[in-house]
């Protein structure tokens, strides 16, 4: 009884500190930004923003903003990062916000999607909805260090060994894939947050798609002239789509 009240004190926590981060981010916000979607990370209280902002002819940036109080275990993430301290008094995130917006830098955050990068969201979700996901092979001390050490990801990301595998189960289907250009890509877009991680036996890390985020993006973005697997393959080789292929039937 005492750890069933002890979880619901802590989810109740939890859900206190999402509501007011959102809060005070909404407030702090500039009119020229649109709030659209967020991810909260109870483990460690972190909430991830997507930001938009519309430019001439209906085409719009992005900015991926991160709320935490510890800084972030990827290096080279194209993020921007507001440290709120003390979670049990997050009354001035609203100014924290409101006076990171009127720093120049902070344009040198905001990216826009490529068609070629759209098509690799869409690619993603064509993975996932056939269950499977992609993933990489950590250095053994930095999976044990969870989080701990830093992670390069226009380095260490790109040393790492590439897979194709099951979403639930990795031992059931895992792919290899050699497409270091393809890598290079993923690696930018888990630094924007639209893959997330999660820890996987065998030192691997799964890269989920932030399903939240990617949906409105492909949406936006998508090229009706296109199609992605062309492009896919026109980029990357053909390569990647033999093994969506292969990972389909064996799956």
């Known amino acids: 009884m005492t750890e069933h009240k002890f979880t619901l004190y802590n989810l109740n926590t939890h859900q206190l500190i999402e509501q007011q981060l959102i809060h005070e981010l909404k407030k702090g916000l500039p009119g020229s930004l649109t709030l659209q979607a967020y991810n909260f990370s109870r483990a ?3 909430l991830y923003a997507l930001l938009r902002r519309k ?7 992005w900015l991926t903003l991160r709320l935490a109080d510890h800084p972030l ?3 080279e993430a194209q993020q921007l990062f507001i ?9 001035g995130i609203a100014q924290k916000v409101a006076h990171l917006f009127k720093q120049p830098a902070v344009n040198d955050y905001f990216y826009k999607l490529s068609s070629l990068e759209i098509a690799v969201l869409q ?3 064509a993975c996932q909805k056939e269950g499977m996901i992609w993933a990489i092979r950590l250095p053994s001390e930095v999976f044990a260090a969870r989080k701990q050490l830093t992670f390069d990801l226009k380095q260490d990301f790109l040393e790492t060994d590439l897979f194709l ?10 792919l290899p894939v050699e497409a270091k250009k393809y890598q290079a890509e993923l690696g930018l877009l888990f630094g924007r947050n639209l893959l997330f991680s ?8 799964r890269l989920l798609p932030t399903n939240q985020w990617i949906q409105p993006l492909i949406e936006y973005g998508k090229d009706q002239t296109q199609d992605w697997q062309e492009q896919i393959a026109s980029e990357y080789g053909k390569q990647l789509l033999e093994v969506y292929e292969k990972g389909k039937k064996d799956s």
């Open 198 to 205: 999660q820890f996987a036996r065998g030192d691997l890390l």
């Open 55 to 61: 430019q001439a002819a209906d085409s719009f940036e």
């Open 44 to 46: 460690g209280n972190s």
């Open 83 to 91: 440290n709120f301290g003390n979670p049990a008094d997050l009354k």
């Open 165 to 174: 595998g099951n979403r639930n189960n990795l031992n059931t289907l895992l």
């Open 123 to 125: 690619f993603l979700d």
């Open 73 to 75: 275990w990827l290096k």
